[in-house]
């Protein structure tokens, strides 16, 4: 059985490093859009520490420790319980989102990552959210079938404002 735990403020950085690793999967070769990554992950990091001190807060990363590097994290599930206004099935307007999974590439294929988004699942269920979306790629679209996700029809639309 794969150990899976809550991510600590001190993971901080390969958390990080391995939000990195998805990205350059989904836009390989693409440069970093905005900021360059050293400059985003400097800036992201007293957030991202801080968020992971809130072991109550909407905000729920777990981990698997890497195996052959003390101190390395293998892969990430992220996700955060948002709120949107009740209706039928979700009175309350609690809804999942993940939004980072990530497995470092020496450790693929070894169930890292289904362990990571069981545990985040559990997470989302002891929080009383009925239902979880996520955005998934060709590639880990059988992973998240397995847990029981379907596709939907999706009109989703971005408007990204332009940085100060």
């Given at each position: ?7 600590r403020p001190e993971d ?153």
């Amino acid at each position: 059985m794969t150990a899976v735990r809550r991510a600590r403020p001190e993971d901080a950085a390969e958390v990080l490093r391995l939000r990195q690793v998805m990205i350059d999967s989904l836009l390989p070769g693409a440069p970093p859009a905005g900021l360059g990554a050293a400059d985003w992950h400097a800036d992201s990091l007293p957030v991202l520490t801080a968020r992971l001190a809130e072991p109550d807060g909407d905000f729920g990363a777990f981990v698997v420790d890497h195996p052959e590097r003390p101190g390395a994290l293998a892969a990430l599930v992220a996700g955060t319980v948002e709120y949107r206004i009740g209706r039928a099935g979700n009175p309350e307007g609690r809804v999942g989102h993940v939004f980072s999974v990530a497995t470092d590439p020496q450790t693929r294929r070894r169930g890292y990552a289904r362990a990571c988004m069981e545990s985040l699942l559990a997470w989302f269920r002891e929080r009383g959210v009925p239902q979880v979306d996520l955005n998934a790629s060709a590639a880990a679209e059988p992973l998240y079938a397995s847990l029981g996700f379907v596709r939907k029809p999706d009109p989703s639309m971005r408007l990204t404002f332009p940085a100060p």
